[in-house]
């Protein structure tokens, strides 16, 4: 924090679901921890820190749930899609092998009974079974890796695994990948931070090292690549605002810095 309030400008970067959000069985109610969005608007409206969503969503999902203005930077699908600020979005060429792929992933699942579960995704497809009693939720992770691998191995498409699920991807890019193009566009002077909770996170926990602050966000601890541990919603609105006290001190610093006599 004191090198956020020395430095000109900082960046955050923020998982969603899990991070600023509770999981929520219809995803699109999973709206942020009370309190939350309200600090991330004081947090842009102080206009020190460029504010970052990374998210496995799509990059659009976020928008309606997390009514900032202006609208933060988003990378979606877990790094594959970006959105940014002012609304332009970049997306990789998904190759003819992983369209087919993935046609062939979501034949496999209607085939299964399984498509009321599943999302598509720019370049994947996730299949979730939060919610479901654990051995239910085992039986089905077994039976989709069992039709899945064949896929993936004869593809060049990768299974990744979260927390609640897992998903069938073009390999192209990750959240890792995201962080270090925020790293080389603001620079190793500008201080950072990483928070997210999920297994996907540990890819920008590892992009991030020392590079800045990476917290792992979430009740329970597990082994981490992340420098910090805190538990939602108590810690995360703390971290938030002692983020926030940083920055308006960061600027009152350089009011009585530049400030004549009078």
């Known amino acids: 924090m004191n090198a956020v309030a020395q430095s000109p400008a900082a960046a955050l970067l923020l998982d969603y679901d899990g991070t600023l959000a509770p999981f929520c069985l219809h995803r699109q109610q999973a709206l942020p921890y009370p309190g939350v969005t309200a600090l991330l608007q004081e947090i842009i409206d102080n206009g020190h820190t460029r504010v970052v969503i990374i998210t496995g969503r799509n990059a659009h999902e976020i928008i309606p749930l997390l009514p900032l203005h202006p609208r933060p930077e988003i990378w979606g699908c877990h790094g594959l899609e970006r959105l940014r600020a002012d609304g332009t979005s970049e997306a990789p060429r998904i190759e003819e092998p992983a369209l087919h792929a993935l046609v062939e992933a979501n034949r496999w699942l209607r085939q299964q009974g399984l498509q009321q579960r599943a999302e598509s995704k720019t370049g994947a497809v996730a299949l979730h079974w939060r919610g479901l009693e654990e051995a239910t939720a085992a039986e089905i992770r077994g039976q989709v890796l069992l039709g899945w691998l064949p896929i993936a191995q004869s593809t060049p498409m990768e299974l990744l695994e979260f927390d609640g699920g897992i998903e069938m991807r073009t390999p192209s890019r990750d959240k890792g990948d995201a962080v270090r193009t925020i790293l080389d566009e603001i620079g190793p002077e500008v201080p ?16 991030l090292g020392r590079a800045g602050l990476s917290v792992l966000v979430r009740p329970e601890w597990h082994t981490t690549a992340a420098a910090l541990w805190i538990r939602p919603p108590e810690d995360l609105r703390e971290f938030l605002t002692r983020w926030l006290q940083a920055c308006r001190d960061g600027q009152h610093r350089a009011r009585a ?4 006599p009078e």
């Open 192 to 207: 950072v931070a990483y928070l997210g909770d999920d297994l996907t996170d540990e890819r920008a926990f590892r992009a």
């Open 257 to 260: 810095k530049f400030s004549g």
